[in-house]
């Protein structure tokens, strides 16, 4: 019962970290229809910098909550700002030519941003530390569930809260909507396409960025290399929701974390990686439009 | 900022690069300016880097400006020059590849090329026949792979797997049973070709960027199982896998030294093995040319691009959708098995790390650079992919970083890639009598 | 004086989750006619045309083709009912779209002869090995591609892109490529969609000429009601997935019923 309870714990909280991730690649996709595949590396580079400004600002004094508002701020500043270039750079010349024009760009960049973090850092793992302030009611179950699981928890159903609000009562979730359907149209209406591109890359690295902090603080180290594997899983989970679909993606995410955790547990760890994969390829050959992917019609 | 042409508005220029190289600096700055100790994890400061990357980041965007603004004002010179010819044709200008083509000597010359060729394991040094044999092998590698994406558009990021396979085909049956690369060849291709079909059933019916994402994971799983099994001896790899036979003889021993006097530019610490795989992937990779140069412009091959350009449209012209993709995807198969063959006798020692994403990320790079659908595109490709990085080995640390970049902006410069496919041109000469054009095939016992 | 139908539907009807888009229709289209299928949009007409070619499955109902045998047999009855888009092309439906759909990359000669895909034998083997077969089958159905393609007007873009054609010769090459599958029954859906009046006219004289050459039937959707009046023997008319009216042109123009569906309830 305890190991079960220990499954599920920990597969909620790597498929919320999924889900961070997942959503920047669903709503890029939704709206460029790109397959962001630099996008496991902002998430990544979220994590570095977060190390950094843990580093330096507890240096400066900074401790508790304060430090983890601190690192949090500076990751996803800097990680949208790394996101809004990388579109200006890489996708943006490239709007309008082929479907794999742009992915092999993203494929580039992708390798690029790997090996500058690399260089600039290190090719070795490098210790996190722990920046979630214990919290004192857990005490009773921390052996069981601790701060920073829970934190995960809380933090990134927070966020979906505000990305729903945010998509759903805003102006700018609006353009983003009118675009994802029909962008010549939203483009007549006056909306600002670049804009509404750019925004979505800003909003979807900083959601990564919070994912790159907290898997920091959950696995206690990092490197280079942890973006390539978390964003090929993350766009599994984002495809096995059905591409596109923002509730798909956390859906997915959740049951790819869940799969992940039971699968490790129960049949072998050597095999975690594949489970992402087998169990796309599953759900895919059920419903070929993903768990919430609209029926595959096309007008003829 | 929109370019216009004329005179060198050398103060906007610089506003502009200043800019760039503040915006870099502010970027890369967390990550350059503090250096993690990674002993005691206190943080050192380098100043002096990051002024240089501001610094390189401004000269890099005032050639880039200049570049983007010199490209601009030729097209637009091109397009009044040209704002009277029909529209039409054969789009992008004629490359030289086009000149020789139409060439009147066209196969001397290919001939000559190929006699150039051959010759190379008789006066290179053994460095360089194994950097043409790699090159050669992505050369089949990424023809076989155009078969699927760039004639069919069938997205397959997982085409490592049947290159595993087949190279994991030959090895295995090679450690276990000495069986020979002769026999082993096209049982590898084989065992490629059945699992591409066995992929391909479930698969082939989802969307694009899906299949994209189901065949990147099939990849993984390959590589997983590779690495977990005890069958294929996980990641110590198989070793001492045996070179082609060529009629019994030692080549080493039998026939170099003769070579040796004969001919005076030839190393002599060439393996003589290694010259007969050299000969023997030439030679597959003329026939692949030749079978896909057939297969382009047969029947398959437009049903094959009718695939691509449009399925509604495709199924209406009687094509089946389902059968046209399952053959392209198993075709390509096939290719990838028989280049593995040839690879696992190369190198003679396999380990699962040959045959990651990177891989297939790379061979779909050399189709997308080169030029999809395009067979001159794919060769060129594949040199520039595998040549260049030989020659940025001096810059090692930099080289993957450097490849990043580069593929980047392969794709800003030229999206089509380097060699865009022209259509084959038909001249209409009228026969003295037309033959008749056979009915539609009607499907029988309906 | 009637002739057989060459295609007759039963009882059709299509239904998309909640949505009726075809209710019990009963529809033929007279062998070597030319017949017109209106209504106001939504109608129904395309899904129609998707049903008889396969692209949608019948909720319920029937899709029968009569094709000819020998002489002094009676002709085959087939029903369409689950058949694939390409299975029913072999048989003798050809179809262009409403959107038109040119295979944009490929030259104006190469998408009619992947129109000639079904005239042809070659899979894979002849295409490797190039046999004679191969080589003889290639090159007659180039020339019948080219002769096609001057017959009907578009010899002269023969090695052009199909996407660099002014849009008229577009719907002419989507037109001249179904006919490449040698149909009995010739489908148009808004053929004279964005045309102008002079295009529309050369499209009229387009669809007489086909149906005079190539002896086969012809069934069209279309909202330009000039052209519809001009060219066709017998109109259909729908309205909210059902046939309302059909019969000559004229008397379907004066039909209160189909005024009442296009222009409203006054």
Redesign the interface.
């Known amino acids: 019962m305890e190991l079960f309870l220990d499954l599920l714990i920990s597969g909620l909280t790597k498929g919320s970290i999924y889900a961070l991730i997942a959503l920047g690649y669903t709503m890029v996709y939704g709206i460029v229809g790109l397959i962001n595949f630099a996008h496991g590396e902002i998430y990544m580079i979220g994590a570095f910098i977060a190390l950094i400004a843990s580093l330096a600002l507890s240096q400066a004094g900074l401790a508790g909550w304060g430090l983890l508002v601190s690192v949090a701020a500076a990751a996803v500043v800097y990680s949208a700002m790394y996101g809004w270039t990388v579109e200006k750079i890489a996708y943006k010349p490239l709007r309008g030519s082929s479907r794999l024009s742009p992915l092999i760009s993203a494929i580039g960049m992708s390798i690029f941003l790997q090996n500058y973090v690399q260089l600039l850092q290190s090719p070795n793992f490098l210790t996190f530390p722990s920046l979630v302030p214990e919290l004192g009611f857990l005490a009773p179950v921390s052996h069981i569930v601790n701060s920073t699981q829970l934190f995960i928890w809380l933090a990134t159903a927070l966020i979906m809260t505000a990305l729903t609000v945010l998509i759903k009562f805003t102006r700018l979730g609006l353009s983003m909507r009118a675009v994802s359907q029909d962008p010549d149209m939203a483009r007549l209406s006056g909306v600002n396409i670049d804009r509404v591109i750019s925004s979505t890359f800003v909003i979807g690295s900083a959601l990564a960025a919070v994912g790159g902090l907290l898997i920091g603080c959950y696995m206690r180290q990092i490197d280079f290399y942890i973006g390539f594997l978390a964003g090929m899983k993350a766009f599994t989970a984002a495809v096995l929701g059905g591409i596109g679909s923002i509730p798909g993606a956390v859906l997915g995410a959740l049951v790819l974390g869940f799969a992940e955790s039971f699968a490790a547990g129960f049949i072998s760890s050597d095999y975690e990686d594949a489970v992402a994969f087998v169990l796309l390829i599953v759900i895919l050959i059920a419903r070929p439009g993903g768990l919430m992917g609209a029926a595959q019609t096309q007008k003829v | 900022m929109s370019f216009k042409p004329g005179r060198f508005d050398w103060k906007r220029e610089l506003a502009a690069s200043s800019l760039a190289a503040v ?1 870099l600096a ?3 700055g ?3 300016l ?3 100790n ?1 002993s005691d ?3 050192g400061l380098r100043w002096p880097l990051l002024l240089k990357m501001a610094g390189g980041a401004f000269v890099l965007s005032a050639v880039w400006r200049r570049f983007l603004a010199r490209r601009a004002s030729a097209r637009r010179a091109a397009q009044r020059g040209e704002a009277d010819k029909p ?5 992008p200008a004629r490359t030289w590849v086009d000149m020789v083509m139409g060439a009147r000597y066209r196969l001397q010359i290919i001939g000559l090329f190929i006699l150039g060729l051959m010759s190379i394991p008789f006066w290179a040094s053994p460095y360089v026949v194994h950097i043409f044999i790699t090159a050669l092998i992505y050369i089949a590698l990424g023809l076989g792979l155009n078969i699927v ?1 760039g004639v069919s558009g069938l ?1 397959n990021l997982g085409y490592v797997a049947f290159y595993a396979i087949g190279a994991y085909t030959y090895a295995l049956l090679n450690f276990h049973f000495g069986l020979g690369f002769w026999l082993c060849l096209p049982l590898g291709a084989l065992t490629a070709t059945a699992l591409g079909l066995l992929l391909g059933f ?2 082939l ?6 299949l ?3 065949t ?3 990849g ?2 390959v590589r ?2 590779l ?2 099994t005890e069958l294929t001896q996980g990641p110590r790899g198989i070793g001492n896998i045996s070179p082609p036979a060529f009629f019994g003889l030692d080549l080493n021993s039998q026939v170099k030294p003769h070579l040796l006097k004969v001919l005076p530019l030839m190393s002599p610490d060439l393996d003589m093995n290694k010259a007969l795989i050299f000969f023997i992937i030439l030679a597959l990779v003329i026939l692949t040319i030749v ?1 896909v140069f ?2 382009e ?7 094959w ?2 695939l691509r ?2 399925e ?10 389902t059968r046209a993709k399952l ?1 392209a995807f198993a ?1 390509g198969a096939t290719w990838a098995g028989l280049a593995g063959v040839v690879f696992a006798s190369q190198v003679t020692f396999i380990n699962p790390t040959s045959f990651g ?1 990177m891989q297939s ?1 790379m061979i ?2 050399i189709v ?2 080169g030029g ?1 659908g395009s067979i001159p595109g794919v060769i060129l490709g594949a040199l520039v992919l595998i040549l260049l990085p030989e020659y940025l080995r001096s810059y090692d ?2 080289r ?2 450097l ?6 902006l ?3 410069l030229r ?2 890639g380097l060699i865009q496919s022209v ?4 001249i ?1 000469r009228p ?1 003295a009598s ?10 029988r016992g ?1 | 004086m009637t002739r057989p139908p060459i295609i007759e539907t039963r009882g059709l009807s299509k239904t998309f989750g909640g949505l009726v888009a075809l209710d019990e229709v009963d529809f033929q289209v007279e062998e070597g006619s030319i017949t017109a299928l209106i209504g106001p949009n939504g109608a129904g007409k395309t899904t129609l045309f998707n049903c008889l070619t396969g692209i949608y499955p019948p909720t319920r109902g029937h899709i029968v083709l009569r094709r000819p045998r020998g002489a002094g047999e009676p002709p085959l009855k087939t029903a369409l009912n689950n058949l694939r888009p390409d299975q029913v092309t072999a048989l003798g439906l050809a179809r262009t779209f409403q959107n038109i759909r040119l295979f944009n990359n490929l030259t104006v000669l190469e998408n009619v002869l992947i129109g000639c895909h079904t005239r042809m034998k070659a899979g894979l083997w002849g295409a490797l090995m190039r046999t004679r077969q191969t080589r003889a089958e290639e090159r007659a159905m180039a020339e019948f591609s080219i002769e096609l393609l001057e017959k009907y007007g578009l010899g002269a873009a023969a090695n052009d892109l199909a996407k660099n054609l002014p849009y008229g010769d577009q719907r002419r090459l989507e037109i001249i490529r179904a006919l490449a599958t040698g149909p009995r029954l010739l489908l148009l859906d808004e053929p004279a969609a964005g045309l102008n009046i002079a295009e529309t006219g050369a499209l009229d004289d387009l669809i007489r000429l086909i149906r005079e050459r190539e002896n086969l039937s012809i069934l069209l959707i279309e909202h330009d009601m000039n052209l519809v009046m001009s060219v066709s023997e017998k109109v259909w008319v729908m309205e909210y997935g059902r046939l309302i009216a059909a019969g000559a042109p004229e008397e379907v123009k004066n039909d209160p019923v189909v005024i009442r569906a296009y222009l409203g309830e006054e």
């Not at chain 2, 019916?205 to 899906?210: C, K």
């Not at chain 2, 490849?403 to 980047?408: K, S």
Request: glycine fraction near 8%; charge should be positive; include cysteine.
């Open positions: 915006w502010l970027l890369a967390p990550l350059a503090f250096k993690i990674t994890y206190s943080l529209q039409g044709g054969r789009g994406v997205l479930p698969v019916r989802l969307r694009g960027d899906y994209a994402i189901v990147l994971g099939f993984e799983i997983l199982v690495v977990n079978a057939r297969l412009n047969s029947r398959l091959g437009r049903a691009l009718a350009e449009d509604v449209a495709c199924q209406a012209m009687g094509i089946n959708r053959t075709l994403f990320v779909l790079s997308v650079l999809m640390d930099y993957m970083l490849f990043g970049a580069l593929m980047v392969m794709m800003v999206p089509g259509r084959q041109v038909y209409h026969a037309t033959p008749a054009a056979p009915p539609r095939q009607e499907p309906t």
